[in-house]
């Protein structure tokens, strides 16, 4: 193994660094200045690079910048004795591996050296870090490769297709390959999400209007159609879509004709029509929100796209992939993922998808301290507590604010909703148990069910209470005090959510 680098004109510093790092077996060449290890550089190269920031000659930031760009993988810490923000953030928009202010303890410094170590050597032995061509969609699951060979069948066809599949999981990126795949590729894509836009304008985006058409329109303006014109037009949300507007939608799918907005003569519309959705269309027609003449117009060719917790064998290369691209985006070194971090996300649930998963390796090409994610380094929304009933994963969240000193240890149960384990440390965020029952209330919605805020609020309630009563032994009335509830209310709650037993 190659010799760690120190390089400080503190003569104190060197030497206490070099007995600390032998005792570890690890062999040491020091510099007092910049000059002379930019001169060493020139004809070998260290394991690990320790830097102090300003030095007589030179400053470290100038040896980082060096080092940089002559060995892109190898690990720079930057010592200084001025803990300033100016600092911390230049060092690290440098690219160094991390920042070590002084006076520093010399077995956290010994450790942190030990690290940049051993990413240094995985990233000899392992890591290519050659840049690959994007690809336009990742799957190695089988209902991905099922998505694969269905938009290869429609690379030669025009017809309308429906894409459904919860949000965040990419039905864009969907339709966009189909696209580019089909006898359109030449023309444009038009992509417009209907429930981005207000009920009184989206007429308006649709068709386009004439000048005078209301009040505000000073000129002619073309809608999506007609931008879309010879190409393919997306239309994301569709299940949104007011009523009114479907009528004006189906006709043009019928005649392949419509009017802008004030408009008289027909335009004709050479347009391919995608839409997608996360609602269930079928439900909403029943419901009389959507028109069964619309659905079965756009339901020609229907694909569904998985939930990413449907094909978690695709996170660890979807992982990969975002930290890639991210690091593509900002212009630093892409990161790497421990096998362990990587088995802990695959069994997460990831309520949004594989849009969330972007988000979180957006976050951590930023803020993970190392070149290589390790479990410790992945947000605290995610922290793992244990497994429970053949789910695997397990949230956490406070159990009473105000102080409380231990916290409740949440699981997905039977019916999706957060139920109380045990306790765990305090101070996990309130997000987590939010997220889950923002993604149960989801789940509610899309199938359907009714009164949904009477089902949850049981649920809720009989949570609450169940484990209050566990926490007190069965003693109501003390239970009753620490939730802050009268005790008729809690005699009275048992009674009606059933928790006699």
């Known amino acids: 193994m190659k010799p760690i680098w120190i390089v400080d004109d503190d003569q104190s510093i060197r030497w206490v660094l070099e007995k600390a790092l032998a005792r570890e077996n690890f062999a040491t060449r020091s510099f007092s200045g910049v000059r002379d290890a930019l001169t060493a550089l020139e004809q070998e190269s260290?394991?690990?690079?320790?830097?102090?920031?300003?030095?007589?000659?030179?400053?470290?930031?100038?040896?980082?910048?060096?080092?940089?760009?002559?060995?892109?993988?190898?690990?720079?810490?930057?010592?200084?004795?001025?803990?300033?923000?100016?600092?911390?953030?230049?060092?690290f928009q440098g690219g160094?591996?991390?920042?070590?202010?002084?006076?520093?303890?010399v077995d956290k410094a010994v450790e942190l050296i030990r690290r940049a170590v051993d990413e240094s050597m995985r990233g000899e032995a392992a890591y290519d870090n050659s840049v690959t061509e994007t690809p336009e969609m990742l799957g190695q699951a089988p209902a991905m490769q099922d998505m694969f060979r269905a938009i290869g069948r429609l690379s030669h066809s025009a017809a309308t297709v429906l894409i459904t599949g919860e949000s965040g999981t990419g039905k864009e990126l969907v339709a966009r390959a189909l696209h580019r795949h089909s006898p359109r590729a030449n023309g444009p894509f038009i992509a417009l999400n209907t429930a981005a836009i207000p009920k009184d304008l989206l007429e308006s985006e649709l068709f386009g209007h004439e000048r005078g058409a209301f009040t505000g329109a000073q000129a002619m303006r073309q809608g999506r159609f007609e931008q879309a014109e010879n190409g393919t037009l997306f239309l994301d949300e569709i299940g949104d879509m007011p009523f009114d507007l479907q009528t004006r939608l189906l006709r043009v799918l019928s005649d392949g004709q419509f009017y802008r907005v004030g408009?008289?003569?027909?335009?004709?519309?050479?347009?391919?029509?995608?839409?997608?959705?996360?609602?269930?269309?079928?439900?909403?027609?029943r419901q009389g929100l959507f028109r069964e003449?619309?659905?079965?117009?756009?339901?020609?060719?229907?694909?569904?796209?998985?939930?990413?917790?449907?094909?978690?064998?695709?996170?660890?290369?979807?992982?990969?992939?975002?930290?890639?691209?991210?690091?593509?985006d900002l212009g630093v070194e892409p990161k790497r993922v421990s096998e362990d971090a990587l088995a802990f996300l695959a069994s997460l649930p990831f309520p949004g998808n594989v849009r969330q998963l972007e988000n979180l390796c957006n976050w951590l090409t930023v803020m993970a301290p190392a070149q290589t994610i390790e479990r410790k380094?992945?947000?605290?929304?995610?922290?793992?507590?244990?497994?429970?009933?053949?789910?695997?994963?397990?949230?956490?969240?406070?159990?009473?604010?105000?102080?409380?000193?231990?916290s409740a240890v949440l699981a997905s149960g039977p019916n999706g909703l957060p139920v109380a384990l045990g306790s765990a440390p305090a101070g996990i965020p309130a997000s987590i148990w939010e997220n889950g029952l923002r993604t149960e209330v989801a789940r509610l919605l899309r199938e359907n069910t009714a009164d949904v805020m009477d089902e949850l609020a049981r649920r809720?309630?009989?949570?609450?209470?169940?484990?209050?009563l566990d926490f007190t032994r069965g003693r109501k009335v003390e239970a009753a005090e620490r939730l802050g509830i009268g005790r008729n209310t809690i005699t009275r709650k048992i009674q009606e959510l059933h928790l006699d037993a």
């Open 46 to 91: 260290p394991q690990v690079l320790v830097s102090d920031i300003r030095m007589p000659g030179g400053s470290g930031l100038e040896l980082l910048q060096t080092v940089r760009d002559k060995l892109p993988g190898l690990p720079v810490i930057i010592m200084t004795a001025f803990s300033d923000l100016d600092s911390a953030v230049a060092a």
């Open 96 to 105: 160094a591996f991390e920042y070590l202010a002084k006076p520093f303890d």
């Open 263 to 285: 408009g008289h003569n027909p335009l004709k519309a050479n347009v391919r029509v995608i839409a997608a959705t996360h609602q269930n269309l079928e439900s909403r027609v």
């Open 293 to 328: 003449d619309l659905y079965h117009r756009l339901n020609v060719i229907r694909l569904r796209l998985p939930a990413l917790r449907e094909r978690s064998e695709d996170i660890a290369l979807l992982t990969r992939h975002f930290l890639q691209k991210s690091a593509r």
């Open 377 to 406: 380094d992945l947000p605290p929304d995610l922290t793992p507590t244990q497994e429970y009933a053949g789910e695997s994963t397990s949230l956490t969240a406070s159990a009473a604010e105000g102080g409380a000193s231990s």
């Open 460 to 468: 809720f309630e009989a949570a609450v209470i169940r484990e209050a």
